[in-house]
């Protein structure tokens, strides 16, 4: 099976930048060759999309997020990342990344640990 494990989370203040990445380990599977998501979740709200990055590379980001976030993917290192900027205490929640299989929310493989970010003002 394949295990997907985020990282680069912390604490940062309003207007700050984090980048987060997410590995995939266990079975073999190749970020290069599949759409990866980052997904967010905060307390007590329902896990969100915050963008995905298709097989060529092209990106597609959440209007909430859209100018301030970008991903990008190493395939050599089979990586992709979040870089986030101009961070906001709404951006605050754990952040997941993941294959999306449909429009609905599902996704490829079970849900890692994620990472925190956590935005002050």
């Known amino acids: 099976q394949v295990q997907l494990v985020e990282s680069g989370g912390g604490l940062v203040p309003a207007g700050g930048s984090l980048k987060l990445s997410c590995q995939a380990s266990?079975?073999?599977?190749?970020?290069?060759?599949?759409?990866m998501g980052w997904y967010r979740q905060a307390p007590g709200d329902q896990r969100e999309m915050v963008g995905f990055?298709?097989?060529?590379?092209?990106?597609s980001m959440a209007d909430s997020v859209k100018g301030r976030f970008t991903i990008s993917r190493d395939n050599a290192k089979n990586t992709v990342a979040l870089q986030m900027d101009n961070l906001k205490p709404e951006d605050t929640a754990l952040y997941y990344c993941?294959?999306?299989?449909?429009?609905?929310?599902?996704?490829?493989?079970?849900w890692g640990q994620g990472t925190q970010v956590t935005v002050s003002s």
């Open positions: 993941n294959v999306p299989t449909n429009a609905d929310g599902g996704v490829r493989f079970a």
């Open positions: 266990g079975d073999i599977f190749s970020i290069g060759t599949a759409i």
């Open positions: 990055i298709d097989r060529s590379g092209t990106t």
